[in-house]
């Protein structure tokens, strides 16, 4: 049945090898248009939200706590459905994919989360190839994407060590290298960085930008603006259930932006992170 799933989802889109029509190479690989997500009726998280992320792109999304980041992300995933509007991934509405087309999707997109989300008990190793056995890979196959996975990471030969041994910065590699074994198209990331010291943070951000550059799109929730800083991104700011689209980034010293208001002036931020 997962072969089946999977191979019926692959024939329609989305990894990369496998478009479901000639012109899904130019589409934008997400599409928000006019969505709605509330859970109380007298609070809506995303109000109207439209946006257009390009194939390739690295994009930052950023704004206050409850401003809807992380749901932004698990409405991609399908961990919750749009209340109204479309969400189209490559062309698909992401909100309308029967049950039994989900997963399918899932494998095309890679998750990372601030809690890193290993299993304690198993090694590296195991928490990685997870990924691949559930999907029915020859174990040839998985040690292979397995081994290198872990060295894209910088964890080449630490696949026998238990999780449980690792520190935050490691697990958090474990965590990338398990999202990125199975070469998904899109990468999402939220708030990556924020169990991690800020040189770990720096880290961490650089590990995805290498990610980037071999071709997969990005999403990047934060709410830290140090690593905002670091390198001029995209960034898209979540507030009052809107998006507002920096395609530059926020540099405070670019002339031609000297007289405009800085979107991000009124966010309150978490102050240092913690320390892992």
Do not use: C
């Not at 995303?46 to 930052?60: K, P």
């Not at 196959?141 to 060295?151: M, N």
């Not at 951000?205 to 980037?212: P, Q, S, T």
């Amino acid at each position: 049945m997962v072969a089946t799933v999977a191979s019926r989802f692959r024939n329609q889109a989305i990894r990369q090898g496998h478009r479901y029509d000639p012109s899904a190479a130019s589409r934008p690989i997400l599409v928000f248009d006019n969505v709605y997500k509330s859970y109380r009726p007298d609070q809506p998280v995303l109000r109207g939200m439209s946006l257009t992320v390009e194939r390739g792109e690295f994009v930052f999304v950023t704004g206050p706590s409850g401003s809807g980041k992380s749901t932004l992300l698990r409405l991609i995933h399908r961990t919750e459905a749009v209340d109204d509007g479309r969400l189209l991934f490559l062309g698909r509405d992401v909100a309308r994919l029967p049950e039994s087309a989900i997963p399918a999707l899932r494998r095309n997109i890679g998750v990372v989360f601030q809690d890193f989300r290993l299993v304690p008990g198993w090694t590296v190793y195991d928490n990685v190839a997870i990924a691949l056995e559930v999907i029915g890979l020859p174990q040839r196959l998985v040690r292979t994407r397995v081994g290198e996975a872990l060295e894209r990471v910088g964890l080449a030969g630490r696949g026998g060590d238990p999780a449980r041994v690792l520190s935050g910065g490691e697990q958090q590699r474990v965590a990338i290298a398990r999202a990125i074994v199975h070469e998904p198209a899109l990468i999402l990331a939220d708030e990556p960085t924020g169990n991690l010291d800020p040189q770990l943070a720096i880290d961490i951000l650089g590990m995805f930008e290498d990610i980037h550059e071999t071709g997969a799109t990005v999403l990047f929730a934060t709410h830290d603006r140090s690593l905002l800083d670091v390198r001029p991104r995209r960034v898209v700011i979540l507030d009052e259930g809107k998006a507002t689209d920096v395609p530059s980034g926020l540099g405070e010293d670019d002339p031609e932006n000297a007289d405009e208001e800085d979107p991000y002036a009124d966010f309150e931020t978490d102050g240092d992170l913690a320390v892992a």
